[in-house]
């Protein structure tokens, strides 16, 4: 790296940088870690909807993040589609059954409870509901990644997240890079001039096959659905959206907005359940001759890869390092504090916002990443190209109201159909076949 480059704290321009950057995720660095403030409360209560694999260990992320700021953090309830999960989530920390709550209505239980802080980790397709309900009942939200399935979702969260920031609630989500110090340094390199105006680059989620489950003997279309969740489109929004969202995240971040279209392909090789693709491939046009390649797959035994890489006009990067500057630059990067890793630091920034009063905000962040992905995949079902403002301005487009069904409320209501696996969209047709 660039001598220049290096990595002096300069609180004057890390204060700059956190203030108007767009990784707000890290604006509690203002006050560090442990700080002790005026009214700062010294108990908190935290609640878990979606008890599965990472919203069980988003919630420990969230204690262990309490622990470090010297907060003492209760679990109050715990909620999930199935009750046996519910049921042994709240019995590892300790909750009383009548504060396991399941079902499809579970989270309005939930959210009945004392809890401050919600932790969810649903399938995405019941973020914008979930994240709705708990603004509207005063709860500040962990929530992960992605946030949508369909443009009407995620300009429902960006709404909630309005709703938020007047009622003073945080909402941090589960893109944890933005939390993650090695992405910090090269952000604020980036905004800093360190390799000019970003041009082009290409972000890669390539690896293998995901699990995936079959549908047992008379279990309901519902169950099916939850169980195999990231097989359907309907309810992950697809692995371009599932899991390249975080590579989209760290490009629209480092570019500093989202793109204008998206024009791809994609298709499916050897899945048996569901109706996902197994690749795409995406160009992404982010205006004024900026072009980034984005590629993703789930197929076993192909060459992989998790990263991101940028062209800018005067040097050139990886996501996570590796800035080369063409010429030497007198830029001090700060020191990004990672308690514990990017999943616990991401609960430290959430927990110290809300405890100075501060709360964060990463709403619209993440519901433009999650509708940059949605964007390629509409373009990859459909083999057209898909604009920005077909998703978000344009009512006209046969985009603009798309609803993936059955949605969050077909399943609150018990009217879930399952689509058959193994049929899909056929580009270039609007047909679906299998
Ligand atoms: N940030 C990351 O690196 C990361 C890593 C893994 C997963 N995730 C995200 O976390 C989320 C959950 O993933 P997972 O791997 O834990 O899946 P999972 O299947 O293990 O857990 C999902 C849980 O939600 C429950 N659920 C489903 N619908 C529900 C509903 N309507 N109400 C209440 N509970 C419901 C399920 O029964 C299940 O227990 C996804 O959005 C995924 O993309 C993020």
């Known amino acids: 790296m660039n001598k220049k480059l290096s990595a002096k704290t300069d609180e004057v321009s890390r204060r ?25 409360p010294k108990k908190m209560r935290v609640c878990l909807l979606g008890c599965g694999g990472r919203g069980r260990d988003a919630l420990k992320n969230c204690l262990e993040a309490a622990k470090h700021i010297g907060l003492e953090l209760e679990v109050v309830g715990t909620a999930d589609w199935f009750k046996d999960r519910a049921m042994q989530a709240g019995k590892d920390h300790n909750v009383p059954e009548s504060r396991c709550f399941y079902g499809g209505d579970c989270y309005k239980k939930l959210f009945e409870t004392n809890a401050d ?16 309900a708990a603004i509207n009942a005063g709860k500040h939200v962990f929530m992960e990644k992605p946030v949508a399935v369909d443009p009407p979702g995620a300009r429902r969260i960006i709404q909630a997240g309005e709703l938020a920031k007047q009622k003073g609630l945080a909402v941090v989500a589960g893109t944890q890079r933005r939390h993650q110090a090695n992405y910090l340094r090269n952000a604020y390199a980036i905004k800093a001039g360190a390799i000019g105006k970003i041009v082009g680059g290409c972000i890669w989620w390539c690896g293998g096959a995901l699990w995936y489950k079959t549908k047992g003997q008379g279990e309901s279309d519902a169950d099916y659905m939850v169980r195999n969740w990231v097989s359907f489109a309907e309810m992950s929004g697809d692995h371009i959206v599932e899991q390249h969202v975080h590579n989209i995240d760290i490009a629209n971040w480092f570019i500093g907005h989202p793109p204008t279209t ?11 359940t569901g109706d996902q693709f197994d690749f795409f491939s995406i160009d992404l046009d982010y205006g004024d001759g900026c072009r980034i390649h984005s590629m993703c797959r789930q197929v076993d035994g192909t060459d992989g890869g998790v990263r991101e890489f940028f062209t800018g006009t005067e040097g050139t990067t990886w996501g996570d390092g590796g800035l080369k500057p063409a010429k030497e630059k007198d830029i001090k990067i700060p020191d990004f504090p990672e308690y514990g890793g990017p999943y616990v630091q991401e609960h430290v920034d959430l927990l110290n916002s809300i405890l100075a009063e501060k709360p964060l905000n990463e709403a619209r962040n993440v519901a433009e990443s999650t509708m940059t992905a949605i964007m390629g995949r509409i373009s990859a079902y459909t083999g057209k190209l898909v604009r920005w403002s077909d998703l978000t301005e344009n009512k006209e487009s046969p985009w603009y109201n798309l609803t993936l069904k ?16 193994d049929v899909v969209s056929v580009p270039g047709t609007g047909e679906r076949r299998g």
């Open 16 to 40: 700059d940088f956190i203030k108007t950057s767009a990784a707000a995720g890290v604006a509690t660095l203002l006050s560090g870690t442990g700080t002790v403030f005026a009214q700062r």
């Open 262 to 272: 998206a024009l791809g392909f994609g298709g499916r090789a050897r899945r048996k």
């Open 117 to 132: 802080v919600v932790v969810t980790a649903t399938p995405p397709s019941f973020r914008p509901v979930h994240l709705e």
């Open 406 to 421: 059955p949605s969050a409320e077909d399943f609150e209501k018990g009217e879930v159909v399952a689509p058959p696996d």
